[in-house]
C-alpha cells in the first residue's frame, strides 16, 4: 500500500511539473511582435564631481520604436534620495520624449543609483543608472584670538 502510495505521488508530481513546463513555454511564445519598444539613447549618466548641494539632474531621452504606443507605467527609483519623473501620456510609435531623474546632493561622498522603469514595451522593464561624487564643502577655519601680553587685562 505504502509503495502504491509513493507511485501516486510521483506521477501527479510529475504531471504538474509538466504542465507548469508548458505554460511557460506559452507564454514565451505570445510575445507581440508590433509590440512598443522603448529604445534609451543612454541607459547611465555619471555627474562627475559635484559640490554639496550643487543641481544634480540629468534627463534619459528615449524613442518608441515599436508599432503600438509606448505606456510608461512606473519608473521606480532605488531610494528615497533619487527622484525620477516620466510622461504619464502614451508615447506613439516614432516618437521621443524623456525621463528626468534628480539626485538629491547634500548627502557627501559616492553615488550610484538606478531607476527601474516599467512600460508595455517588448522587455518590460529596463534599468538607468547615475553616479557621481559629492564633495563636501570646505571647511571654514576662523582664526584664534591671541592676547597679547603686553596689553593689559582690564576686569
Keep these: 500500500m505504502e509503495q502504491i ?19 511557460a513555454v506559452e507564454q514565451k511564445d ?9 529604445s534609451l539613447e543612454n541607459e547611465s549618466f555619471d555627474f562627475g564631481l559635484l559640490d554639496k548641494g550643487a543641481p ?15 505606456i510608461l507605467s512606473n519608473v521606480r527609483a532605488s531610494c ?8 504619464k501620456e502614451p508615447i506613439a510609435p ?4 524623456e525621463i528626468s531623474v534628480k539626485y ?9 543609483k538606478t531607476a527601474t522603469i516599467t512600460s508595455n514595451a517588448k ?6 543608472k547615475i553616479s557621481g561624487e559629492i564633495k563636501a564643502p570646505p571647511e571654514i577655519i576662523e582664526p584664534v584670538k591671541q592676547e597679547n601680553p603686553m596689553v593689559p587685562k582690564i576686569n
Design 5 to 23: 502510495m509513493k507511485t501516486i505521488i510521483f506521477i501527479l508530481s510529475a504531471l504538474f511539473s509538466l504542465n507548469a513546463f508548458s505554460q
Design 30 to 38: 505570445s510575445i507581440n511582435p508590433n509590440a512598443a519598444e522603448i
Design 56 to 70: 544634480c539632474t540629468t534627463v534619459f531621452k528615449f524613442k518608441n520604436s515599436g508599432k503600438e504606443p509606448l
Design 80 to 87: 528615497g534620495c533619487t527622484t525620477p519623473s516620466w510622461p
Design 94 to 97: 516614432g516618437a521621443s520624449s
Design 104 to 112: 538629491d546632493s547634500n548627502r557627501v561622498g559616492k553615488f550610484s
Design 123 to 128: 522587455t518590460a522593464t529596463k534599468v538607468i
